[in-house]
C-alpha cells in the first residue's frame, strides 16, 4: 500500500513536472519569434514612413502657419511673464497689454487688485461705472492670454521641443528653459557658429520701444514667413478670430504689442514644426508595427497550445492534474485570470518589442553589470512573464474543465465562489433555523426573558410615539425598572452566597455538605458541584490506596535489596575465614558473583521502572522486523529456557513484521516476558507466543499455563513489586511487568493481562 502511494505521488510530481516543462517550451518558443517578428514590423514601419512622407509633404505649408502662430502666441505670453517679473508682481493680460484698462475695471474708492480683474459684471453689479462694455473686453482679453499661456507651456514647447529665450533690453531681466545661451544666437562670431550648427531651427524677434517688430534671424524656415508673422503682428488676427463675437471686438487694435524686448526661439528637432499631435510617435508606431508585424498571431497560437496542454494532459489520469490545486481555481477567479491574459496583450507587446530592441529594462550608463548580463536579465523577465500569463491560463482551462467530471450541479457547488456561498448560507442557515427551534418557549426563563422583551418594547414603543412627551415619562419607567432590577440582582447574589458558601466548605475538608434550596440559575452549577465533591471523595480513597502502595513498595524494596546484600556480606565474612578450602573458596566465590549480578539487576530495574514513570525515557525509534527481534530474544534465552522444561511454541508469520520502535526496549519487553514464562510456567507444559498483523494493528500474545493458582488482579499484576508468587519463593523483583507495561505505552502500544483459570496470557498491542 504504502509503495502505490509513493508511485501516485511520483505520478502527480510527473505530471505537474511535464506541466511546466511545456509551458516554459512554448514561453521559449514565443520569445524565440522575436527577431521574425522584429523583420516583419520593420518592414511594415518603413512602408507606414513612406506614406507619412507623402502626407507631410501636402501639409507642410500648413504646419509651417500653424508653427508661426504658435510662436506669436508665445510672444505675448513670454512678455506678461516678463513684465510680472519687471514689476515684480502678479500682472493680468489686461494691464500688460491694454494701457489704462485699469480705470475701466476699478471700483469706486478701492484699490485695483486680481480679485476684481476676474469678476464678471452681475458679481459686482452695482459697485461700478457704465462701463460694462469696456470691462467684458478687458477680461476677454485676459482669457484669451490666459488659455494661451495654458496651451504655449503645456503643450507647444514640447510639441515643438522649443527652446526659448527672452530678455527685457531696458532692466536686462531674463527668462528662458534651456542652459544654453541663446542670446549668442545674434552674433556672427565663431562660438554662435557652433551653437546656430545645432539647431535646424532658430529664430530671433525683437520688439523696439514702438512694438515695432524686426526679425532679424529666421532659420530653418522660408524667408516669406518672416513677412507672415509681421502682418499677424501688425493686423492682431489672432485676436480678432477670438474676439469676433464680443460686442467690442473691434477695440481689439487697442491691444499693444510686446515692447523693448527680444524673444529667441530655438529648437533641435529636424522636423520642429510637426507638432507631436500629428508627427506620430515614433515608439508607439514601432510597437504598432511590431504587434502586427506576428506577435498578435504568436500570441494567439501560444495560447491555443496552452489551452490544448490543459484540456489534453488530465486524460493521463495517474498525473491527477484535475484533482490538485492547480485544477481547483474558483470560475470567477478564473474569469478574471482569462480576463488579465487577454487584457495584458498590449503591455506585453510593449514588453517584447522593448526586450528586442535592448531598453526593457532600464539600466543606468553606469552600472556595474556587462551588456551580456543585462540581455540576460531582460530575456529572463520576459520567460518568466510569459510563464506566468501561461500558467494562469493553464489552471484556468484546467479548473474549468472540471465540469465535464464532476457535472454542472456539483461544479456549481464546489467550484464557484457564489455556488459556494450559497451552500454557506444555506447550511448556517439551517443550524440557525434549528437553533431557533431549539428554543424552549416552555422554560420558564425563556417565557420570563421572552415577556420582558415584549413589555420593555410595547413601553418602548409608546413612549417613541409620543415624541418628546416620551422623555418625560421615560423618567419614572426608568426609576421602577431600576427597582425591579435590584430586586432581580439582590435574589441572584443571594444564591450566589449560598453556593460559595457551600464550596469554601468542601476546600476546607467537609466533603459531606449538600446543598438542597433551589439556586435558580445557579442549579447547573450546584449538580456539577454535586460531582466535583464525588470526585474529591474519590480521588481521596485513590490518595489512600497510593498511601498503602507506597508502603508496600518500601516493605518490597528493602527486602529485595536486603537479600542479596545480606548473601554477600555473609559469605565475604565465610571468606575471610583461614581454614577453609579452595574448593569451599571457590564456591563462595561464586555465590559472591550471582548473588552481586542478581544486586545489579535489581538495581537496574529500578532505575529502568523510575524513568518510564517520570517519561524520562528516551527512544531511538527505528525501522524494525518484530519476527527477528523474537527469535534473537529466543537465541539470547535458550540456556534457560531448556533449563525451564516448558516446551516453546513459536507461532510467527514468514513475511517480515516492520514497525518503528526502539530495538533495545522491545528486546527487554520480550525478554521480561520470556523470563517470567520460564519462572512461573508449569514444568513440562507449553507455552504459545504468536504473532498476528492485521490492516493497521500488530498483535502480540504470549500464553502459558502457571505453576500456582493465580490468585491476584490481572491490573495489580503490572504494578511496581508485585508478584505472583506473593510467598517470594521464585527469584524475581517484581518489576518485570511494571517495566513491560511502561516500554509498550511509551512507544504508543497497549498492553494488557489476561487470566483464564491457570492460563496466564500477556498481549502487546501495536498500531502499524
Given at each position: 500500500m504504502d509503495t502505490k502511494l509513493k508511485n501516485n505521488d511520483l505520478s502527480k510530481v510527473l505530471g505537474i513536472f511535464i506541466s511546466l516543462l511545456l509551458l516554459t517550451a512554448i514561453s521559449i518558443g514565443v520569445i524565440a519569434s522575436y527577431p521574425i517578428i522584429l523583420q516583419n514590423a520593420n518592414s511594415i514601419m518603413d512602408r507606414s514612413n513612406e506614406e507619412d512622407k507623402k502626407i507631410k509633404s501636402g501639409m507642410e505649408n500648413s504646419y509651417q502657419e500653424e508653427f508661426l502662430k504658435d510662436l506669436y502666441r508665445g510672444n505675448y505670453c513670454l512678455y506678461w511673464d516678463t513684465m510680472e517679473q519687471v514689476k515684480g508682481n502678479v500682472l493680468t493680460p489686461g494691464e500688460v497689454l491694454i494701457p489704462g484698462s485699469i480705470n475701466w475695471v476699478q471700483p469706486k474708492n478701492t484699490e485695483y487688485s486680481e480679485e476684481y480683474a476676474n469678476q464678471t459684471s452681475t458679481q459686482v453689479e452695482g459697485e461700478f461705472d457704465n462701463n460694462y462694455y469696456d470691462k467684458e473686453f478687458v477680461q476677454n482679453i485676459n482669457s484669451i492670454l490666459q488659455n494661451w499661456h495654458n496651451s504655449f507651456f503645456d503643450n507647444s514647447l514640447a510639441s515643438y521641443s522649443l527652446e526659448y529665450y527672452i530678455i527685457d533690453n531696458k532692466t536686462g531681466k531674463t527668462l528662458t528653459n534651456t542652459v544654453t545661451n541663446l542670446n549668442i544666437l545674434q552674433e556672427n562670431s565663431e562660438e554662435a557658429q557652433k551653437i546656430k550648427a545645432l539647431y535646424p531651427f532658430y529664430g530671433v524677434f525683437r520688439y523696439k520701444e514702438d512694438g515695432s517688430l524686426e526679425i532679424p534671424e529666421l532659420y530653418g524656415l522660408e524667408e516669406s514667413r518672416k513677412d507672415s508673422f509681421k502682418t499677424l503682428e501688425l493686423t492682431k488676427e489672432l485676436f480678432s478670430n477670438e474676439l469676433y463675437n464680443s460686442s467690442r471686438y473691434q477695440y481689439f487694435n487697442q491691444i499693444k504689442s510686446p515692447a523693448d524686448v527680444t524673444i529667441i526661439y530655438a529648437s533641435k528637432d529636424k522636423e520642429f514644426y510637426y507638432p507631436g499631435g500629428v508627427n506620430y510617435d515614433n515608439q508607439w508606431r514601432q510597437i504598432w508595427s511590431f504587434r502586427n508585424g506576428g506577435f498578435l498571431y504568436v500570441y494567439a497560437i501560444s495560447l491555443i497550445l496552452v489551452t490544448l496542454l490543459a484540456l489534453l494532459l488530465p486524460f493521463k489520469k495517474s498525473f491527477g492534474l484535475e484533482k490538485s490545486l492547480v485544477g481547483k481555481v474558483p470560475l470567477e477567479i478564473g474569469f478574471l485570470g482569462i480576463c488579465f491574459v487577454f487584457g495584458i496583450y498590449r503591455d506585453l507587446s510593449s514588453v517584447a518589442y522593448e526586450t528586442i530592441s535592448d531598453h526593457y529594462l532600464d539600466f543606468s550608463e553606469?552600472?556595474?553589470?556587462?551588456?551580456?548580463?543585462?540581455?540576460?536579465?531582460?530575456?529572463?523577465?520576459?520567460?518568466?512573464?510569459?510563464?506566468?500569463?501561461?500558467?494562469?491560463?493553464?489552471?484556468?482551462?484546467?479548473?474549468?474543465?472540471?465540469?465535464?467530471?464532476?457535472?454542472?450541479?456539483?461544479?456549481?457547488?464546489?467550484?464557484?465562489?457564489?455556488?459556494?456561498?450559497?451552500?454557506?448560507?444555506?447550511?448556517?442557515?439551517?443550524?440557525?433555523?434549528?437553533?431557533?427551534?431549539?428554543?424552549?418557549?416552555?422554560?420558564?426563563?425563556?417565557?420570563?426573558?421572552?415577556?420582558?422583551?415584549?413589555?420593555?418594547?410595547?413601553?418602548?414603543?409608546?413612549?417613541?410615539?409620543?415624541?418628546?412627551?416620551?422623555?418625560?415619562?421615560?423618567?419614572?419607567?426608568?426609576?421602577?425598572?431600576?427597582?425591579?432590577?435590584?430586586?432581580?440582582?439582590?435574589?441572584?447574589?443571594?444564591?450566589?452566597?449560598?453556593?460559595?458558601?457551600?464550596?469554601?466548605?468542601?476546600?476546607?475538608?467537609?466533603?459531606?455538605?449538600?446543598?438542597?434550596?433551589?439556586?435558580?440559575?445557579?442549579?447547573?452549577?450546584?449538580?456539577?458541584?454535586?460531582?466535583?465533591?464525588?470526585?474529591?471523595?474519590?480521588?481521596?480513597?485513590?490518595?489512600?490506596?497510593?498511601?498503602?502502595?507506597?508502603?508496600?513498595?518500601?516493605?518490597?524494596?528493602?527486602?529485595?535489596?536486603?537479600?542479596?546484600?545480606?548473601?554477600?556480606?555473609?559469605?565475604?565474612?565465610?571468606?575471610?575465614?583461614?581454614?577453609?578450602?579452595?574448593?569451599?573458596?571457590?564456591?563462595?566465590?561464586?555465590?559472591?558473583?550471582?548473588?552481586?549480578?542478581?544486586?545489579?539487576?535489581?538495581?537496574?530495574?529500578?532505575?529502568?521502572?523510575?524513568?518510564?514513570?517520570?517519561?524520562?525515557?528516551?527512544?531511538?525509534?527505528?525501522?524494525?522486523?518484530?519476527?527477528?527481534?523474537?527469535?534473537?530474544?529466543?537465541?539470547?534465552?535458550?540456556?534457560?529456557?531448556?533449563?525451564?522444561?516448558?516446551?516453546?511454541?513459536?507461532?510467527?508469520?514468514?513475511?517480515?513484521?516492520?514497525?518503528?520502535?526502539?530495538?533495545?526496549?522491545?528486546?527487554?519487553?520480550?525478554?521480561?516476558?520470556?523470563?517470567?514464562?520460564?519462572?512461573?510456567?508449569?514444568?513440562?507444559?507449553?507455552?504459545?507466543?504468536?504473532?498476528?498483523?492485521?490492516?493497521?494493528?500488530?498483535?502480540?500474545?504470549?500464553?502459558?499455563?502457571?505453576?500456582?493458582?493465580?490468585?491476584?488482579?490481572?491490573?495489580?499484576?503490572?504494578?511496581?513489586?508485585?508478584?505472583?508468587?506473593?510467598?517470594?519463593?521464585?527469584?524475581?523483583?517484581?518489576?518485570?511487568?511494571?517495566?513491560?507495561?511502561?516500554?509498550?505505552?511509551?512507544?504508543?502500544g497497549k498492553f494488557k493481562i489476561h487470566l483464564d483459570g491457570d492460563l496466564f496470557k500477556a498481549v502487546i498491542i501495536w498500531k502499524k
Open positions: 553606469y552600472t556595474i553589470f556587462p551588456y551580456w548580463m543585462q540581455r540576460i536579465m531582460d530575456y529572463g523577465a520576459n520567460f518568466l512573464i510569459f510563464l506566468l500569463i501561461f500558467m494562469i491560463l493553464f489552471s484556468v482551462v484546467l479548473s474549468v474543465r472540471n465540469v465535464f467530471s464532476l457535472g454542472l450541479k456539483s461544479y456549481f457547488k464546489e467550484r464557484t465562489l457564489t455556488g459556494i456561498l450559497l451552500v454557506w448560507i444555506k447550511r448556517n442557515g439551517k443550524r440557525l433555523i434549528a437553533y431557533l427551534s431549539d428554543i424552549d418557549l416552555t422554560d420558564s426563563s425563556n417565557k420570563a426573558i421572552f415577556k420582558i422583551l415584549a413589555v420593555n418594547f410595547i413601553i418602548l414603543t409608546l413612549l417613541c410615539s409620543i415624541w418628546f412627551l416620551g422623555i418625560a415619562v421615560l423618567i419614572p419607567y426608568t426609576i421602577i425598572l431600576f427597582f425591579v432590577m435590584r430586586k432581580i440582582v439582590t435574589d441572584i447574589k443571594a444564591k450566589y452566597a449560598k453556593l460559595l458558601n457551600a464550596t469554601s466548605s468542601m476546600a476546607e475538608g467537609n466533603l459531606e455538605v449538600s446543598i438542597e434550596e433551589d439556586l435558580g440559575v445557579f442549579n447547573p452549577l450546584k449538580e456539577e458541584l454535586a460531582k466535583v465533591q464525588f470526585g474529591f471523595k474519590k480521588a481521596v480513597e485513590q490518595e489512600m490506596k497510593s498511601q498503602k502502595m507506597k508502603t508496600d513498595l518500601i516493605t518490597n524494596v528493602s527486602h529485595d535489596l536486603k537479600t542479596p546484600l545480606t548473601a554477600i556480606i555473609t559469605y565475604v565474612n565465610l571468606l575471610k575465614e583461614r581454614n577453609i578450602t579452595e574448593e569451599e573458596r571457590a564456591s563462595y566465590i561464586e555465590t559472591l558473583d550471582k548473588k552481586s549480578l542478581r544486586l545489579k539487576s535489581l538495581i537496574e530495574d529500578l532505575f529502568e521502572i523510575s524513568k518510564a514513570s517520570s517519561n524520562n525515557v528516551v527512544l531511538n525509534l527505528v525501522d524494525m522486523d518484530l519476527v527477528s527481534l523474537i527469535k534473537q530474544v529466543q537465541f539470547e534465552l535458550s540456556e534457560k529456557i531448556e533449563q525451564s522444561e516448558v516446551e516453546f511454541r513459536f507461532l510467527l508469520p514468514e513475511e517480515k513484521v516492520i514497525l518503528k520502535l526502539d530495538s533495545d526496549k522491545t528486546f527487554r519487553i520480550f525478554e521480561n516476558l520470556m523470563l517470567n514464562i520460564t519462572k512461573y510456567a508449569m514444568p513440562h507444559t507449553r507455552a504459545y507466543i504468536e504473532i498476528q498483523s492485521s490492516g493497521k494493528e500488530v498483535t502480540v500474545t504470549l500464553k502459558n499455563i502457571s505453576a500456582s493458582e493465580l490468585d491476584f488482579n490481572s491490573q495489580d499484576i503490572t504494578e511496581r513489586f508485585v508478584r505472583g508468587d506473593k510467598s517470594r519463593n521464585t527469584e524475581g523483583s517484581g518489576l518485570g511487568l511494571a517495566i513491560v507495561k511502561n516500554f509498550v505505552e511509551v512507544q504508543g
